[in-house]
């Protein structure tokens, strides 16, 4: 049996970002990941300028593109730019950025375990007994879900989740790659209660849709309408997938007990105006390290987890929700109200409130 101070779930931003913190501070730390790294990921891949402000390393060698501008429309018309001198945003491919945090928590001293996935886990009174996919088991004091989506550990403690948005993403080759550098195009559309995106990357361009509205059938049909209106008729698919994206505002399962919590996308803290959830699983992730640090050094209970991540993720979350079902329901009123007329929008799809 192998003994840590905290076991974690999930290899991604969220995970290595936590192993990261907590192996820092000078506690001992594992990471459990299912996959092998690197590994493809699906997701847009575009961060805001703000992430920087949380990462005290340098990222610079995964970033694809510098994003200074970002065109907003609504049903592929009435437009509005945001402009920066410098930049808004940045894109990454995933497998790149992820597999670098991973790296960095190892440097630091986090021990990681690829290809080993939770299988089961106990609590026990002093501990949390985990035994992994093949058959090994960990001891830890605190168990952390860092699994995302599908988190491992919240369905083992029996979590339901239903607020689920479908979303297809395209990575699409294309011959005038240059015309989409450096810049976002977002269209919202009331038809799928949510929008359209296109992502530059070096090589490719990351495209796609999602909403409360979309199903399967729908997606396929509008991602080709919403390319073809951006003169994307001649391209090469490289990667097509269906994801979908748990948002939990209002109740999210963030403590599963005195010893096992979640953070990231497993506890759904996914921004419900943009759907952007890798700023927030790293912010989130680091206020867990806080509140871990003060538990094993006994100077706080572990439940003051949930009091710092409502106080500083969910009460900006629940105000974007209410301007997120204005904006995805009211149509053409609620993008002119909150998008095209708002001084504010920059700061909510690419700054710190």
């Not at 002093?126 to 699994?147: A, H, T």
């Not at 195009?185 to 990351?206: A, C, E, M, Q, T």
């Not at 871990?292 to 974007?320: A, P, T």
Request: charged content about 30%.
């Amino acid at each position: 049996m192998e003994r840590y101070d905290v076991v974690i779930s999930g290899g991604g931003p969220c995970g290595s970002f936590l192993g990261y913190n907590l192996a820092s501070l000078g506690f001992k730390v594992c990471i459990l990941e299912k996959s092998n790294f690197p590994r493809y990921k699906v997701c847009a891949g575009g961060l805001p300028k703000k992430i920087l402000k949380l990462i005290d390393f340098d990222i610079s060698q995964v970033i694809e593109d510098y994003i200074k501008e970002i065109e907003f429309s609504y049903n592929f018309c009435n437009k509005k730019k945001i402009l920066a001198k410098d930049f808004l945003a940045f894109t990454v491919k995933r497998e790149n950025f992820d597999y670098f945090l991973l790296k960095k928590a190892e440097e630091k001293g986090a021990k990681v375990f690829l290809k080993e996935g939770v299988l089961n886990f106990k609590i026990e009174d002093e501990g949390v007994v985990i035994e992994s996919v093949n058959k090994r088991v960990f001891r830890c004091k605190v168990l952390v879900g860092c699994d995302g989506v599908f988190s491992t550990i919240r369905r083992l403690a029996d979590i339901k989740t239903k607020s689920f948005i479908l979303t297809l993403e395209k990575e699409i080759e294309v011959q005038r790659l240059d015309n989409f550098k450096q810049k976002i195009l977002i269209n919202f559309d009331n038809r799928v209660r949510g929008y359209f995106w296109i992502f530059p990357k070096k090589d490719i361009l990351s495209c796609g849709v999602g909403g409360a509205g979309l199903d399967a059938q729908k997606a396929e049909s509008f991602l080709k309408e919403w390319l073809s209106k951006n003169l994307l008729t001649d391209f090469k698919v490289r990667f097509s997938y269906f994801w979908p994206i748990y948002i939990n505002v209002f109740n999210p399962p963030l403590i599963l007990n005195k010893r096992v919590i979640l953070a990231g996308e497993a506890a759904g803290l996914v921004n419900p105006l943009s759907g952007e959830g890798i700023y927030w699983a790293l912010k989130s992730s680091k206020l867990a390290s806080i509140c871990i640090s003060e538990f094993l050094n006994r100077k706080k209970d572990l439940k003051n987890y949930s009091k710092i991540i409502k106080k500083y993720i969910l009460s900006k979350f629940k105000k974007h929700a209410f301007l997120s079902f204005l904006l995805y329901n009211t149509s053409k009123f609620g993008y002119n109200l909150f998008i095209k007329y708002n001084k504010k929008i920059k700061k909510w799809f690419t700054e710190d409130e």
